[in-house]
């Protein structure tokens, strides 16, 4: 198994692939910087109005096509 991880303009981009030997990879995941952030959304609104969720979301410049696996 190999895991790299590197720091990308918007946080750190990882890669996890795993052989079984063939040309193919047999598992590869890949975590965005979004992830991270997304995770923190629950942290980061609380005690807040659900209006100020937008406010928040779009502070932090989430790409929502990279989490949305």
Do not use: N
């Not at 979004?34 to 979301?57: E, K, N």
């Amino acid at each position: 198994a190999t895991y790299t991880a590197i720091e990308s303009p918007k946080g750190e981009f990882s890669i996890c692939l795993v052989s079984d030997g063939s040309s193919w990879p047999f598992y590869c995941k890949i975590k965005a910087s979004g992830f991270a952030h997304l995770a923190s959304l629950d942290r980061m609104s609380q005690g807040h109005m659900l209006a100020d969720v937008v406010a928040i979301t779009s502070m932090q410049d989430m790409v929502f096509g990279e989490v949305d696996q």
